[in-house]
């Protein structure tokens, strides 16, 4: 069991460390997540009611494309270095190392992104009494959608230039997220209750907790064939 | 502690439509090192990944000390070291690093371990540097040092020597003939046969199909 851990915390040190010394893969997503959603209010219209009327859609397209754009990158590098085979052939179990990376992708992309949500809901006009509620959604949201992406990443690593399909067959998965996220958000900025569409955030989080990573080891295998 | 043996009996692969190895066998015991050769596309590469299991065979079995590789291939794994024809190296950490983390992740690695195995084979004098900074042959020595490492009874090496100068060439030989000595085997696809010592060595040769 402690090896296990132990396991799992080399996986994602190493991951963290390889991020950090190279900050701009890391930081792409953020910036494009910045970007998108302060064009909204140049393009739309300054009027704070009607930006609060469209922040949680605004914010939610934002945060899942800003995602997509991450889960590319999930498995690639080790594929094309070999790290992947490796893992394959350690004596560990694959589907636990695959969940490390997962777990390491979520750290540096996913909560960054939930971190980054206030203040981008602050640009469009939400009052910071949403703020928490706002964040916890995201957070919530990017879990299940990084262990989505574990799969779908993992489904494509045998295809060059995957990303365009990577997309088409981790957005029909995402919908539910989607629809439920913004639901989330726009109840945080009413003051209303989030308890409905967290249960069920929290629901598709825990389905991908316990499935994804064994669909994401059966996959990586055959790619390795 | 028992010899160990690995055997493998009329293996047939395809890959895709083609039809790559068809009816290799082999036997190597404690001590043995086993010569894969062959021309470019003859199929050593699918030999190894077959053994190692990454490739499961059409027919014919794999055997390590007896059982099927895939009854029980965590086990397998763990008492084994593969080396593509690509160093799996990260290029942004450093040799010490990456050894740390690869090596890590199949047991518990000591600093002073790796510093040693680095020094053994040559690479003690980039050890810090990063990895996007070595040259080919550097990072050979460096994924040779995981394979040193691994301390496990079975190498499957894909072109070890691969990259490597003169001096490598034999410490490649210096490094196959350790590994035997302690009991253990080693597999190794090769063009340029290793300097290893004679006895105990065995060949398989492939033909383009």
């Known amino acids: ?225 | 502690m028992s010899a160990h043996r690995l055997s493998g009996d009329s293996l047939h692969v395809f890959r895709g439509e083609r039809h790559v190895l068809r009816g290799v066998s082999f036997v190597a015991e404690g001590g043995d090192y086993l010569e894969v050769t062959g021309s470019n596309g003859a199929g050593k590469t699918s030999l190894l990944r077959t053994i190692v299991g990454l490739v499961h065979a059409e027919s014919g079995r794999v055997r390590w000390n007896g059982l099927d590789i895939h009854a029980d291939a965590g086990a397998f794994h763990a008492q084994l070291a593969y080396l593509g024809h690509e160093s799996p190296l990260k290029a942004d950490l450093t040799p010490r690093e990456n050894l740390h983390f690869a090596i890590g992740i199949r047991r518990r690695v000591g600093g002073d371990e790796i510093a040693r195995a680095l020094a053994e084979t040559g690479a003690n004098g980039f050890a810090d540097r990063p990895v996007r900074t070595l040259s080919a042959g550097q990072r050979r020595r460096v994924a040779l040092a995981g394979v040193v490492l691994a301390a496990v009874p079975l190498w499957v090496l894909d072109e070890p020597a691969t990259h490597l100068d003169a001096e490598g060439h034999a410490l490649v030989g210096r490094l196959v003939d350790r590994q035997r000595a302690e009991g253990g085997i080693v597999i190794a696809a090769v063009h340029a046969p290793l300097p290893v010592a004679g006895a105990g060595t065995r060949r398989i040769g492939l033909t383009l199909q």
Request: glycine share 6%; net charge positive; proline share 6%.
């Open chain 1, 1 to 225: 069991m402690s090896s296990a851990v132990s396991c799992a915390r080399l996986v994602i040190g190493r991951d963290l460390r390889l991020a950090f010394r190279n900050r701009t893969q890391l930081l792409h997503p953020l910036l494009f997540f910045a970007i998108v959603t302060t064009l909204f209010p140049l393009a739309l219209t300054p009027e704070p009611s009607q930006l609060r009327d469209v922040a949680p859609a605004v914010l939610w397209v934002g945060a899942l494309l800003a995602s997509l754009l991450a889960i590319e990158f999930l498995f690639r590098e080790d594929a094309q270095d070999g790290t992947l085979e490796q893992y394959a052939l350690s004596g560990r179990s694959l589907t636990w190392l695959l969940f490390a990376k997962t777990v390491s992708h979520w750290l540096l992309s996913g909560l960054p992104l939930a971190l980054m949500s206030p203040i981008v809901a602050y640009g469009l006009a939400v009052s910071p009494a949403a703020m928490p509620g706002i964040a916890a959604s995201v957070a919530l949201g990017t879990i299940a959608l990084s262990l989505l992406g574990a799969i779908s990443a993992a489904l494509t690593l045998g295809i060059r230039r995957g990303g365009a399909l990577l997309s088409l067959l981790t957005l029909p998965l995402a919908v539910p997220l989607l629809i439920f996220g913004a639901q989330a958000t726009a109840r945080a900025i009413e003051g209303a209750s989030l308890v409905a569409p967290m249960y069920f955030l929290a629901a598709c989080a825990v389905l991908g907790l316990t499935l994804a990573p064994l669909a994401a080891a059966a996959a990586v295998r055959i790619s390795l064939e």
